[in-house]
């Protein structure tokens, strides 16, 4: 089975952290389902893949044994941006929906929708940076499309924090080799499925830490894969290779906030 990415949740429980929360990660949904059971939670924040049991039937699950019970507040994660994706999030009994890769505004919005008790404001000029625009300047930035690295945007998302920056980088160049490797042997086999389920993986990923380049392409690539023509996304293979070598050679060669003060 794909290996679930931790960059995704790296970044939440940063976020959840600088707003004076507390967390427990799982990371199937079947773990999602059996925590919501024991009553311990105020809100679940679902990623939409999930291994075992995808995030919506994780949810419809959670939903059918809280008959009777106090209603647990259950917001959507997921990279996908698609028209349609916020109605079936809702429909599988979901209260809300964040879009990856999550910012600190739209993640304090909905915290203070759903939690019992009031969240810690988001900093001014912290209210989460958008993707950089096509040909933007940013850290080894193409003229011609995204750039390979928005280190600005990232640190936007972590408010500033530097040091968890860092973390979350070494966990990402760690983490991507081994899901390409994984999507390879998923195209290798033929399996559609697969191919779309880790290529999703890659998007969402980097998308949290910036990597907007290799977002874009691994996006696209799913895509591909979700409509099966897996020789579409066979021909991208290199690329994307490529793509995470340039964006990997701009993360581990730029000084540190600390290093430039």
Not at 42 to 62: K, N
Not at 169 to 176: C, R
Request: glycine letters at 10%; one cysteine or more.
């Amino acid at each position: 089975s794909a290996r679930y990415s931790v960059t995704n949740q790296q970044l939440a429980m940063a976020i959840l952290g600088k707003l004076g929360l507390t967390a427990d990660v799982v990371r199937t949904g079947v773990e999602a389902v059996a925590a919501a059971a024991t009553g311990r939670y105020d809100l679940v924040l679902m990623d939409v893949q999930m291994p075992e049991l995808d995030g919506l039937a994780a949810t419809r699950q959670i939903r059918g044994r809280a008959a009777g019970h106090r209603r647990l507040s259950n917001v959507a994660m997921t990279a996908h941006a698609m028209r349609g994706d916020r109605e079936k999030c809702l429909a599988a009994g979901m209260d809300d929906y964040l879009s990856k890769p999550i910012s600190p505004a739209a993640l304090t919005a909905v915290l203070a929708r759903w939690l019992p008790t009031p969240v810690s404001a988001v900093g001014a000029g912290q209210d989460g940076a958008e993707p950089a625009a096509d040909g933007a300047a940013a850290d080894g930035a193409a003229v011609d499309g995204p750039p390979d690295w928005d280190r600005d945007g990232m640190l936007a998302r972590l408010m500033g924090d530097q040091r968890i920056a860092n973390v979350i980088v070494a966990g990402y160049l760690e983490d991507i080799p081994r899901q390409m490797a994984t999507l390879r042997g998923c195209l290798d086999s033929g399996d559609a499925a697969g191919v779309a389920r880790q290529a999703h993986t890659i998007t969402g990923a980097s998308g949290d830490v910036g990597g907007e380049a290799l977002r874009v392409l691994a996006r696209t690539m799913e895509r591909a894969a979700r409509d099966r023509d897996l020789d579409a996304v066979r021909a991208r293979m290199a690329e994307m290779e490529d793509v995470f070598r340039r964006l990997q050679t701009a993360m581990e060669s730029l000084p540190t906030h600390e290093e430039r003060d």
